[in-house]
């Protein structure tokens, strides 16, 4: 089966290469990245794992081939989603599910139950989707923070904790998305269920393994962390951002695994002498012979007819692009921020520049950026970002994930319904609200996503309604709406209340010039 499932991993791959370059482009810059470079020694493990439970037994069952008939139409369906919906992140549950599909048609239901570690393995090769890579990787950094403040006092250093801005007095650490342990989770979370298998542990072990790959990241992170600020404090500040970058590879991954194998060790202890899964399974029962025997006539049993069609659909699948409808993302004709009124009924503005290190970087094409106040109303920073594609990492410059990562703490959280004045009478429209506090100072936020004339608050629903409106007129531009008011410039909360409700109406007049309906 070893060449079963070789051959149902590299098809679909060779298939992308060819056909589908923006999708291979795409997986190849996930794998490549810090956090998944693991993934290239998976489909090694896989097929060991498939050596490992090979026997003269195998056969290929003809009547499921049905199934993997129906996983290889929803895996091309995913690809048409994820090309012409621009949702990158199902390229990689495409490439799973055309891999299963494949196993399925050549080795049969049963061949895939009695495989299934080496299968499961396989869901470790797909990247995460954005949205939950970057909730995910935002937690973490907080969380990281936290401890490793804790962990610096416990040295009798004096810490300022600002969300994941670490201040000691010598120098600030800012724990950014690099440094939130993800890079460490990922592999160790793979790593967790190889031991697992490998181990023969129970399903309880196995789960009991994954869970602690999170909070041995955690810890091991955090002690990271902390010695970067014992070394800012005792040895200078120059050792100490040399010391970060060295030590953020296999230097802490090793005593991470370290930890994980321990458990398992102490698991299996109390488990007892008894325990089935007590020793490593890492050679066959009788030897490698068998299975290699076994192995040289696997693609036979498939049959000729199964694999022959396999090659045919793999050959559409790479020539899809060739005989489909091309890809039209439209651009709509919009003023530039730059023109945007600085007057809007009482409330004078005045336009800001943004640091040239976040120009450069970040994925708008158009900002507005200003100070909006009025006698007795208050100051209004208004932060407008035009996305020229929402799905190119809009949502992570979403108050609620960006603040906490630049040292705002949030302290309430929810929504609000503004009554805007239509055609057809007041209608109320819903927008997010946060109150968020960062230097000790309290802030109202008030925001939005605002695509084609549409006012979304629900981040979830951001994606269904692009997808609809690219599929459908090629619009996938869009805007994130900020309105924050500090409490200092106003009386009260139900003033800082009426201050954005203002400028919000005024906002949603006067927005459609700038991001088109």
């Known amino acids: 089966m070893v060449t079963i499932y070789l051959v149902s991993l590299f098809a679909p791959l060779a298939a992308l290469w060819f056909g589908h370059p923006a999708a291979m482009e795409w997986l190849v ?30 056969r290929t069952d003809a009547r499921s081939r049905y199934w993997g008939i129906a996983l290889l139409v929803s895996s091309v369906l995913l690809l048409l989603l994820a090309y012409y919906g621009n949702m990158v992140s199902l390229y990689g549950f495409s490439l799973l599910l055309m891999t299963y599909g494949i ?237 945007f009124p600085l007057e809007l009924q009482e409330w004078k503005g005045q336009h800001q520049r943004m640091d040239v290190v976040y120009r450069n970087v970040l994925p708008w094409s158009d900002y507005l950026l200003a100070n909006y106040s009025k006698p007795g109303g208050g100051y209004v920073n208004v932060f407008v970002p035009y996305f020229p594609s929402l799905y190119e990492d809009s949502y992570t410059h979403n108050p609620a994930v960006c603040l906490p990562g630049n040292g705002w703490v949030i302290e309430e959280q929810g929504v609000k319904d503004l009554p805007v004045q239509r055609a057809q009478g007041k209608i109320g429209i819903r927008i997010n609200r946060l109150i968020a506090t960062i230097d000790g100072k309290k802030h109202v936020v008030y925001y939005w996503f605002q695509h084609k004339g549409r006012v979304i608050a629900n981040e979830s629903m951001v994606k269904p309604v692009l997808l609809w409106n690219s599929l459908m007129e090629g619009r996938t531009d869009g805007a994130l709406v900020r309105l924050t008011i500090g409490m200092d410039s106003v009386s009260d909360m139900p003033a800082a209340d009426a201050a954005l409700e203002e400028m919000a109406m005024q906002m949603l007049q006067v927005l459609p010039r700038f991001v088109p309906s």
């Open 103 to 339: 196993f399925l048609v050549l080795a049969g239901w049963e061949a895939a139950k009695k495989n299934w570690a080496a299968l499961v393995l396989l869901l470790f090769t797909v990247p995460l989707p954005t949205v939950l890579f970057k909730n995910l990787s935002g937690s973490l950094q907080l969380i990281s923070s936290g401890f490793g403040a804790w962990m610096i006092e416990m040295f009798g250093i004096t810490v300022h904790l600002e969300g994941n801005v670490i201040d000691i007095g010598t120098m600030q650490l800012q724990v950014v998305e690099a440094c939130s342990g993800l890079r460490y989770l990922l592999p160790l979370t793979a790593l967790a269920y190889i031991v697992a298998v490998f181990r023969g542990a129970s399903l309880v072990r196995g789960l009991v393994l994954l869970v602690a790959a999170a909070p041995i990241t955690i810890a091991m992170n955090s002690f990271r962390i902390a010695l970067t600020a014992v070394f800012s404090e005792y040895v200078g500040i120059n050792t100490a951002e040399g010391f970060l970058h060295d030590f953020e590879g296999w230097v802490i991954f090793f005593p991470a695994l370290g930890l994980l194998l321990l458990l398992n060790w102490a698991m299996s202890n109390m488990a007892g002498a008894n325990d089935e899964g007590s020793d490593w399974k890492i050679v066959p029962p009788g030897g490698f012979v068998n299975p290699l025997a076994v192995e040289r006539q696997s693609l036979s049993t498939a049959g000729r007819p199964a694999l022959v069609a396999v090659m045919v659909l793999m050959i559409a699948v790479a020539c899809m692009p060739a005989l489909l409808p091309q890809k039209k993302i439209l651009t709509p004709s919009r003023e530039q921020f730059a023109l």
């Open 29 to 58: 810059g996930q794998w490549s990245s810090e956090e998944y470079s693991h993934t290239f020694l998976i489909p090694v493990v896989g097929a060991y794992m498939m050596l490992l439970s090979q026997s003269s037994q195998d």
